[in-house]
């Protein structure tokens, strides 16, 4: 998996991206909200960066998943915890939940996936009030 710099745009839209592709799907609905939150201005990432960072971490995901054809089976929590790693302020790191939760939000279902890394990113950055509910679990966005 390539690096980028830390605290660096890329980095934080490298997550962003994550979660966006975690559950196998990218929707209309999390386009939208994508456009909506104005990630790449957001981020300070130039106008179509954000899409060259997806493509690149899919092409690392790829690269790591061939023969067996699933993306996220080869993010394991060594190479999530590297990842987040990457985002060590904690007012990048701030932003880039918020988006990350709206982002998750958009479709109105948190995936398994999606609440994988979004847990990862509440534990392993301490970042109060953060907490998620399970998958399954009614939300805020979901009716139970």
Not at 37 to 63: I, K, S
Not at 116 to 124: D, E, I, P, T
Request: charged content about 20%; aromatic content about 4%; overall charge negative.
């Amino acid at each position: 998996m390539r690096s980028y710099p830390c605290n660096s745009p890329e980095a934080g839209a490298r997550l962003l991206a994550l979660v966006l592709i975690s559950d196998g799907h990218v929707c209309r609905s999390e386009i939208e909200t994508l456009q909506r939150l104005q990630v790449e201005e957001a981020l300070g990432l130039a106008p179509g960066r954000f899409a060259q960072v997806m493509h690149t971490l899919c092409d690392d995901l790829l690269a790591s998943a061939y023969g067996s054809g699933a993306l996220m089976c080869h993010v394991d929590d060594a190479t999530l915890a590297s990842l987040l790693s990457e985002v060590d302020d904690p007012l990048l790191q701030t932003k880039v939940m918020q988006l990350a939760r709206d982002l998750a939000q958009a479709d109105r279902h948190l995936a398994e996936a999606e609440a994988q890394v979004l847990s990862a990113a509440h534990r392993l950055w301490r970042i109060p009030g953060t907490a998620l509910a399970s998958p399954g679990a009614a939300t805020p966005w979901q009716s139970a």
